[in-house]
């Protein structure tokens, strides 16, 4: 296995840069700004999938709750911009370094609590977050805030006139979260996940630290997707509580590894590049009327994906890989 | 605050309590007969409300007497969707969790948009029924009808449910099926069967919660998102799968809710409930009344 395990990753890394260096290359032929929009969003999902997938997949944590720390990442990078001029490159660090702290502050307790009572309390905890922003004046209560804009420049990561620069950082980010998860795949950690998974009781009683892995996981999945809100709020420069810290951005968050398969390397980016410009075009092409014909056809969807391939559609492309495991 | 108000809403949240239970009940009812939670649970009863405020404005039916023919179509429903769709999650080799959350997700997903599409998102009203707007007083105590008789009404369905479980052979079914869904088969139950019925009878509760919710709350395609995650919390905080823990979780979420809402803004008073989850999972993580 060890060698066959090994020649498949440096594939997969290969692939990777070609899929990348690719992708850097479409806005050069692609000027439509509306397909432009729908590549950015793409990638933000399959970046904050793979980071969801962290968690959820490789370790078994299945959170229904990470809107919460897109919104903490969002409303962090927004609250230091608008109220005291700072950054967003250091907003997002900010917020990505709260969020892996309070995701692992919450890990504390949280993580003694198995499957279903486990899902329910993070989902319980975001919406705790989200009626507590929803009451706090200072930062827009449910209105939101508006960023402010103050021109086009890469130190304040806002952009008028192009929205290439919001690209390449989607990109970049996609590959980061792709790239942590193909390395943490093969460490130490990525084992312990998957042993803590399958089975956490065998896992403990040969040496993993299971309670430990929990909390890696949970604190590189947070900041990874507290990175993704505070790009969000850059990029649409307005936010609002429910958009971005409610219960069904958690599920949507989740869909794109769900569909593509959970627990793997590619499922999180393929289910986001198949899911995203679906959902993107049915919304402006059936949607517009608000008489919610997408919402029947997304919701389809996902029933038939879910129903005919419980691997994911990464099932579709090897076979021969899931035997292997 | 005077000891009359706290009275006063503790009376008000026990008897909301009373219908969370009977809104929940299906759904502890479906995830103990066979470890599945329905995402779409909000969505049924927001059927269930349409259906009520269209027997009401196209035949005025009282929403008293369309009740049961709502509980009844429901059951329907709730049988049909277990064989056309959750049957089949069910059947998943691999990561069986998350295709019956996302199967069912998908699935109030798309009834939410079929909603928007039939009904329009505008909100909807029973206008006028024998309990709307009225209120009975008992010894000072001023309490709204529509709620007085859902509690009533959550009361007699709860007593039922438990005769049905413990005394008919259905139930006993049931109890069979739950404790060891492969071994029924050798006893001549067709486990497909009660998985459907549980569902439909699951789904039936949520019916007669929709048809009494549709008198007192507006009807709109997203209502039933909000019910779901006080059902969820109902369910878990009782102890997941257990009947009694629904009853006993829906009266703990209405009495926090109703002193939450005294001491916080009334946009807060879902906090104290998800705390209070959060409190009694942290101490039994299994709830309430859960085996542990």
């Known amino acids: ?87 967003p490159w250091f907003g997002m660090i900010a917020g990505g370094l709260i969020s892996a702290a309070i995701a692992m502050a919450l890990g504390y307790p949280c993580f003694r609590l198995g499957g ?29 805030i508006d960023i402010p804009v103050r021109g086009d420049s890469w130190l304040k990561f806002q952009f008028t006139r192009s929205k290439l620069p919001y690209f390449y950082f989607a990109l970049v980010l996609a590959c980061v979260a792709w790239f942590v998860t193909w390395w943490l795949e093969d460490s130490k950690w990525g084992f312990w ?19 430990n892995s929990k909390m890696g996981a949970a604190a590189v999945s947070a900041f990874l997707v507290a990175v ?23 599920l949507l968050m989740a869909l794109p590894a769900v569909l ?47 129903l005919a391939l419980p691997r994911g559609l990464v099932s579709l492309f090897s076979s021969r890989k899931g035997a292997a495991r | 605050m005077t000891t009359e108000t706290i009275i006063q809403s503790l009376a008000s949240g026990l008897l909301m309590g009373l219908l969370y239970g009977l809104i929940a009940v299906g759904l502890a009812l479906i995830f103990g007969l066979m470890d599945v939670v329905n995402f779409a649970h909000g969505e049924f009863l927001m059927i269930a409300m349409y259906a009520t405020f269209f027997l009401f404005a196209f035949f005025a039916i009282d929403p008293l007497l369309s009740a049961p023919l709502v509980a009844a ?46 009904f329009t998102p505008d909100y909807r009203s029973v206008t006028h029924s024998w309990l709307g707007g009225k209120t009975v007083s008992i010894a000072g105590i001023f309490l709204p009808e529509p709620q007085l008789v859902g509690a009533l009404v959550s009361i007699a369905a709860f007593a039922g449910l438990y005769f049905f479980i413990n005394r008919t052979d259905f139930g006993r079914a049931l109890e069979a099926t739950r404790e060891d869904p492969g071994a029924v088969a050798l006893v001549g139950i067709d486990k497909n069967r009660v998985f459907a019925l549980g569902w439909g009878l699951g789904a039936a509760l949520v019916g007669l919660s929709g048809a009494i919710m549709a008198v007192f709350f507006y009807i709109y395609p997203d209502v039933g998102a909000s019910f779901a995650l006080i059902a969820y919390v109902t369910v878990a905080l009782g102890g997941f799968g257990s009947v009694f823990g629904a009853f006993a979780g829906g009266i703990v979420v209405g009495l926090v809710e109703a002193t939450t809402a005294l001491v916080l803004p009334p946009s807060l008073k879902s906090v104290g409930i998800y705390a209070v989850y959060l409190l009694v999972v942290f101490i039994r993580p299994r709830g309430l009344f859960g085996s542990m």
């Open chain 1, 1 to 87: 296995m060890d060698k066959d395990f090994s020649s498949r990753r440096r594939r997969d890394l290969i692939i990777a840069a070609v899929l990348a260096a690719i992708a850097a290359l479409v806005p050069l032929f692609v000027k439509d700004v509306y397909v432009q929009n729908i590549m950015i969003l793409t990638l933000m999902y399959a970046a904050l999938s793979q980071s969801w997938n962290i968690l959820s997949g490789y370790c078994g944590q299945i959170s229904l709750g990470h809107a919460l720390y897109f919104g903490l990442g969002a409303y962090t990078t927004a609250l230091l911009f608008m109220k005291f001029g700072v950054p």
């Open chain 1, 116 to 144: 279903h009572y486990f899902a329910i309390a993070t989902i319980v905890i975001a919406e705790i977050a989200l009626l507590l922003i929803q009451n706090w004046d200072w930062a827009g209560a449910a209105l939101g």
């Open chain 1, 193 to 211: 996940w998957r042993a803590v998974k399958d089975n956490p009781q065998a896992a403990e009683s040969l040496g993993v630290d299971v309670f």
């Open chain 1, 228 to 250: 993704g809100g505070s790009f969000y709020a850059q990029f649409v420069s307005y936010i609002d509580p429910e958009s971005v810290m409610g219960f069904q951005f958690s």
């Open chain 1, 260 to 306: 593509g398969g959970i627990g793997t390397l590619w499922g999180p980016a393929l289910g986001a590049v198949i899911l995203i410009p679906l959902t993107e075009l049915t919304r402006s092409y059936i949607g517009g009327s608000g008489r919610g014909v997408d919402l029947i056809v997304y919701g389809s969807l996902i029933i038939l994906i879910s």
């Open chain 2, 73 to 118: 179509a429901l059951f329907v429903f709730g049988a049909l969707i277990y064989l056309l769709i959750v049957r089949f999650a069910m059947r998943a080799k691999a990561n069986a969790g998350m295709v019956q959350i996302f199967a069912t997700f998908g699935l109030a997903i798309v009834m939410r948009g079929l909603a928007q599409l039939l």
